[in-house]
């Protein structure tokens, strides 16, 4: 199948069972970024990112057998949420091999959302050996988090459903932001808009410092980041942009956006007041680029994506002091 | 034209200017109420919050050369612009009488919105002589916030949403939480679900301490609240129900339900985390219900109206504080 028919039976699959996620407005934040601002809130999502239309795609389309014996995934953020609901929902079992130093919180959700979670020892154990062996045995299917077909694919829905939503609402010709990582959710909503809205361009945003994306389309080849971790968009920090997804984002987005990590917070004490949504700092890099880097975006409208909501109530007071 | 005939109307021209606002839920909090929650968050309503609605049903249900004088509303609150944006937007002026001390914060948002704001002293003026002086010499057409069937009409296409949001998701038989002040919105629903969902049965809910519309609907007729100000729950502070909507909760409604401050500072805590949505203290009252009054309610699922998000920061870092 191509891609675009890839996206379409994934949406069949999802549908029922994903949230079709509204178009959100407000006058203010119009003013602010100098042009019409529509948001399409993915933290109203199943637990509260996007992440559960690519774990929902990828075990959906497994061979009944394969989804019998269950899924692994590693991951300690949106996408272990993601595949252990998701997972759960179907009937069947998700290990979720996390770090021992991850948020007790996190842990905590992913269990009671039916996970069974395995700890591993980041300085002494690697994951992908204690991962594979546990697959071999048992049987499971690893589910990658962004440089896999049918993940990408549920990722795309986000895009099918942009492409109606804001064509409804008199859109047709803008740039569109997306928080980017692996490029998952990107090149899936690229992918979507190629078809359904040529009109629209997608552009990746990232948190300055972790910009790979923007560099390696900036090159027109794979760009690493120099550091693994230190940014508050923890959600979106990978090393580089995927194998599977980078040649889709090359092919079809428009040059990347960097926000810095005050952009970021104070782009989520903006959607508190203006939207009332809950956004991660990796969730509002894409509303901090409509905002902070208006000149560099085209049109008389912008399109958001803002991927996701799961942060910690610590750092959405620090969000909050931007409004007093 | 009978109240449902009215509704259906509003909801005519409300279509493609107001939000249909999705239906929300979480594992977490189906867990802690003991229930199937499915919460219709209308802080994702333009302006924050359900009164949108009224608003534009009550400016463009009025005769076109009337509309062109433009309206008047008593509000510091959520009424407020709901009014002024509804106003702007069907081009017409609106005028807001606000006392002096009100919040700078709502003064401006208000203002940018597009209204006249005229203050006046709380303690040395009467709003009514002030509103009404300008409405004559204008020829301004007061906009009520709950006692006029036109508002009252707009809200209730919150619960034309509801009853067809949660047939379609399997529920006919529930609880409908909804926060109540004066009881435009608690009305509404009611009647609109009355026609179209008769298995689904309105429960206002209140703040302790101002539970007016409970103990009126206990004893039959309309009581008072002791004290007029100086709970959280600030938008749904009314010193008792409106005469047109009363006797409308009285014939339709089930017991009242209310919840103190905490319950409902927690609630918006829970809102934050399972949900990603922002609740005032005031639109969270129902949530708190069911989470806080589960043995109150009957049946497998509880259906939430959570009716606004418009809170200070400062407020909202209050309810953080539950989660830490």
Chains 1, 2 share one sequence.
Not at 115 to 126: G, T
Not at 255 to 278: C, D, N, Q, T
């Amino acid at each position: 199948m191509s891609s675009i028919d890839l996206i379409e039976a994934a949406a069949g699959r999802l549908s029922g069972h994903v949230r079709e996620t509204p178009i959100l407005t407000s006058p203010f934040l119009d003013d602010l970024a100098g042009r019409r601002v529509l948001i399409k809130p993915e933290c109203l999502q199943h637990t509260g990112s996007f992440k559960f239309r690519g774990a929902w795609s990828a075990i959906s389309a497994l061979d009944p057998e394969a989804r019998l014996r269950g899924v692994i995934a590693f991951s300690s953020g949106n996408h272990a949420q993601g595949v252990a609901h998701a997972a759960t929902l179907h009937g069947v079992q998700s290990v979720i091999v996390m770090p021992s130093d991850a948020p007790q919180l996190k842990i905590e959700n992913t269990r009671a959302l039916g996970a069974e979670v395995i700890l591993y020892d980041r300085a002494s154990e690697s994951r992908e050996e204690i991962g594979e062996a546990l697959a071999a045995r048992r049987g499971l299917t690893l589910i990658r988090p962004y440089d896999e077909p049918q993940v990408i694919a549920g990722q795309g829905t986000v895009g099918l459903e942009v492409a109606r939503q804001t064509r409804d609402l008199g859109v047709i010709d803008a740039d569109v932001l997306v928080c980017c990582g692996g490029g998952g959710l990107t090149s899936g909503v690229a992918l979507a808009l190629e078809q359904h809205a040529p009109g629209l361009r997608v552009r990746p945003c990232e948190p300055e410092g972790f910009d790979d994306v923007k560099r390696s389309l900036a090159s027109g080849s794979i760009q690493n980041n120099n550091e693994s971790a230190g940014n508050i968009c923890d959600a979106i920090l990978t090393p580089q942009p995927g194998e599977i997804t980078f040649p889709i984002l090359n092919r079809l987005c428009g040059p990347g956006l960097a926000v810095s990590e005050s952009e970021a917070l104070e782009a989520m004490a903006l959607a508190f007041l203006r939207l009332k949504i809950v956004l991660e700092p990796g969730g509002a890099v894409s509303l901090a680029s409509a905002l902070f880097r208006k000149d560099e975006i085209e049109g008389d409208a912008v399109i958001v994506v803002a991927s996701g909501g799961n942060v910690d109530p610590q750092v959405f007071a620090q969000a909050l002091e931007f409004l007093t």
